[in-house]
């Protein structure tokens, strides 16, 4: 499923990391979450979401290291698929032409995705900005958005500090995230 990215021009110039594109998907897969960018550790190891911020996901998703990297169950599409290089208070923003160069080749052949989970402010501004007037809007309208998608924020550090402000996130969203994760992988998967 992954396309050629040998041919893809500019993928690795301008001073970044070499190319090492990081998604994880299947065309069974059941659920999509849409990051942001692979972080460096991401980077370094190949592994998506295998840091903090990854085991604070799966706790809020409610799922186990093993479901959550079998691809039959989780795609994992980030907004960019390679690490763009750090910047002042955290990685560098996705490279432009990541999303609609892949996006469109990938997203629709994720043909039994019943729920999508967009994490961050690069998707929710791709996906979702008609939906909400911000992020923690966005994040607040789980039960509009559900049962086909949410948002999330990014469960990095720097967003430690917004969550312990948003109680309501750990109290309401979360429930209802994991609920809907246990119906989309079935009684025995969760």
Same mark, same amino acid.
């Given at each position: 499923?992954?396309?050629?990215?040998?041919?893809?021009?500019? $993928?690795?110039?301008?001073?970044?990391?070499?190319?090492?594109? *990081?998604?994880?998907?299947?065309?069974?897969?059941?659920?999509?979450?849409?990051?942001?960018?692979?972080?460096?550790?991401?980077?370094?190891?190949?592994?998506? /979401?295998?840091?903090?911020?990854?085991?604070?996901?799966? &706790?809020? *998703?409610?799922?186990?290291? &093993?479901?959550?990297?079998?691809?039959?169950?989780?795609?994992?599409?980030?907004?960019?698929?390679? =690490?763009?290089?750090?910047?002042?208070?955290?990685?560098?923003?996705?490279?432009? &032409?990541?999303?609609? $160069? /892949?996006?469109?080749?990938?997203?629709?052949?994720?043909?039994?995705?019943?729920?999508?989970?967009?994490?961050?402010? =690069?998707?929710?501004?791709?996906? *979702?900005?008609? &939906?909400?007037?911000?992020?923690?809007?966005?994040?607040?309208?789980?039960?509009?958005?559900?049962?086909?998608?949410?948002?999330?924020?990014?469960?990095?550090?720097?967003?430690?500090?917004?969550?312990?402000?948003? $109680?309501?996130?750990?109290?309401?969203?979360?429930?209802? *995230?994991?609920?809907?994760?246990?119906?989309?992988?079935?009684?025995?998967?969760?």
């Amino acid at each position: 499923m992954c396309p050629d990215w040998t041919s893809t021009p500019g $993928l690795s110039g301008g001073g970044t990391p070499a190319a090492r594109p *990081l998604l994880a998907a299947s065309v069974s897969s059941r659920i999509v979450i849409i990051g942001q960018v692979p972080g460096r550790i991401a980077h370094e190891t190949g592994v998506p /979401w295998n840091d903090g911020s990854g085991k604070s996901l799966r &706790e809020w *998703l409610g799922v186990t290291d &093993e479901q959550f990297y079998d691809e039959s169950l989780i795609a994992l599409v980030p907004m960019g698929f390679c =690490y763009p290089s750090e910047s002042k208070g955290g990685d560098m923003a996705p490279r432009p &032409e990541c999303v609609p $160069l /892949w996006h469109p080749q990938v997203l629709p052949k994720l043909t039994r995705v019943q729920l999508t989970v967009y994490i961050g402010k =690069y998707p929710f501004a791709r996906y *979702l900005a008609d &939906e909400a007037e911000g992020l923690t809007e966005g994040v607040r309208a789980a039960t509009k958005l559900l049962p086909t998608s949410i948002l999330l924020p990014h469960p990095s550090p720097p967003n430690q500090m917004l969550l312990a402000r948003n $109680l309501w996130f750990e109290r309401d969203t979360i429930p209802m *995230l994991r609920k809907r994760v246990r119906a989309v992988l079935g009684p025995n998967r969760n």
